[in-house]
């Protein structure tokens, strides 16, 4: 919008300039040039005036004017006589027979412009005959001279008024277009996750009244997270605690009991206290993820995959599986996400990916920069999903038919979704070559960090 605003100005200021400049221009070159024409032809009539008389002290004196004009400007005097010859004590001319002697001799005056000024008249005498001709060559050094000073003040002053215009442009947008700056400044701080974020009430009537209307959203919106945010810290208390005393209840109730049949009663209402608390703790996650608003920040992809990755080959090993990664070439890529929010994306992915995977099988991870965004894949190599249970694994609570549904909560792909979307990117299941199941993470990149 600056850009435009100050191009329309400089535009304007220079078609304005145009059009004023540019006429005079010719106008000055114009009067220039029949200026020249008038101050040669008058010289050439008053030398014709001397060649007219037909006498010795006229003939010298033509001679001597002509010698003086030769020397005090850039032109030059020809003359001859009737019959086309010199008139002493003059040269003749070299080119005697030329058109324009040839139409002076006729009576005619001639003002013609080739590489100079020829202005040829002729030379009558008192009854009206003529008797010889003159004619002056005039050089156009001097008019373009003038014609360069002429143009060349007005293409600097041009220049000068149109940078003066760009200065003055580039200010006056700037001073109009802060206001929506300043909006999109509060706007980006609020979308990545800055509740705080607010903008000056400033500028035109127009964007003060967004900039209040944005504040004042940004503030019921601050208001109602933090208000789910205490909620769920109170629900964390108050849910856990008498689940966790419950279970020990159940344990107790069953150390006591030496009837096979209340003891399997016992363990089954143990297990789906279990159950129940892991639902819960599955519920928390997500409400923390969904009221947790954080700001997005550079962090380095490849030491959080790492350490992740770290974690879950101890667990692979029990059961023989491997964990591989393929990393793009240097520099390692950075990407936009809130802290934490990669470690517990991971954290369910490969958990995911580790129970359906086969003893002694592999699970592979894949990171490729692609333009503006950096996609992780995780690939196992388990029984995959059919396309109805991929369109329906992000929802809450739904267990798809596989190894993961039998023991999980429902809530592990929801919980992936929201951290991801939260953070400016996206999640989506892909069947997995040879067989299983991709998971392909796209992130925001991160410009790359300048060197020390």
């Known amino acids: 919008m600056n850009r435009q605003l100050i191009v329309s100005y400089v535009l304007l200021v220079a078609v304005a300039l145009a059009a004023f ?19 040669v032809r008058r010289e050439a009539t008053t030398m014709a005036l ?64 080739d590489s100079s000024l020829y202005v040829t008249v002729p030379a009558r005498a008192a009854d009206r005959r003529i008797v010889g001709a003159v004619r002056i060559v005039y050089p156009p050094g001097e008019l373009n001279d003038r014609l360069w000073q002429v143009w060349g003040f007005r293409a600097v002053l041009a220049a000068a008024v149109v940078a003066v215009a760009a200065v003055l ?16 400044e509060m706007a980006s701080k609020f979308g990545d996750g800055d509740l705080t974020a607010r903008s000056p009430v400033t500028g035109p009537a127009e964007t003060q009244t967004l900039a209040r209307t944005l504040n004042s959203g940004a503030e019921r919106l601050e208001t109602l997270i933090n208000a789910q945010r205490v909620f769920v810290a109170d629900a964390s208390h108050q849910l856990r605690t008498p689940l966790t005393a ?26 789906e206290v279990v159950r129940m608390s892991r639902l819960v703790n599955g519920l928390l996650v997500l409400a923390r993820a969904e009221s947790e608003a954080t700001a997005a920040e550079p962090l380095p992809l490849a030491e959080i995959v790492e350490q992740r990755l770290g974690v879950w080959r101890v667990a692979g090993e029990e059961r023989g599986v491997r964990f591989t990664i393929a990393w793009p070439p240097d520099p390692r890529p950075l990407v936009m996400a809130s802290p934490g929010h990669l470690d517990q994306v991971l954290d369910n992915v490969l958990s995911n990916a580790l129970e359906v995977s086969p003893d002694g099988g592999t699970i592979a991870v894949r990171v490729e920069p692609r333009g503006d ?42 919980i992936v979704k929201q951290l991801v979307t939260d953070d400016g990117g996206s999640v989506a299941l892909r069947d997995a070559p040879g067989g299983g199941l991709c998971v392909r993470i796209s992130l925001r990149a991160a410009a790359p960090r300048s060197g020390g």
């Open 373 to 414: 965004e950096v996609v992780l894949d995780v690939f196992d190599e388990g029984p995959g999903m059919p396309p109805a249970e991929k369109a329906r694994a992000f929802d809450r609570f739904w267990r798809g038919r596989g190894l993961t549904g039998r023991a999980g909560s429902g809530l592990g792909l929801a």
């Open 246 to 271: 419950l279970r020990l209840s159940l344990d107790n109730i069953a150390d006591g009991v030496d009837d096979e049949y209340v003891r399997e009663d016992v363990e089954q209402a143990t297990a």
């Open 169 to 184: 442009g580039t200010l006056t947008a700037r001073r109009l277009t802060r206001p929506l700056r300043e909006l999109h």
């Open 50 to 113: 001397l060649l007219a008389n037909d006498d010795v002290p006229s003939r010298q004196a033509l001679a001597r004017m002509a010698e003086a004009y030769g020397q005090e400007t850039p032109g030059r005097v020809e003359v001859i006589s009737f019959r086309g010859g010199a008139v002493p004590p003059l040269p003749a001319p070299t080119a005697a027979g030329d058109a324009d002697f040839t139409r002076a001799l006729q009576g005619d005056v001639t003002v013609r412009w």
């Open 21 to 39: 400049t540019v006429p005079v221009a010719f106008t000055l070159t114009t009067q220039l040039r029949e200026d020249i024409e008038l101050g």
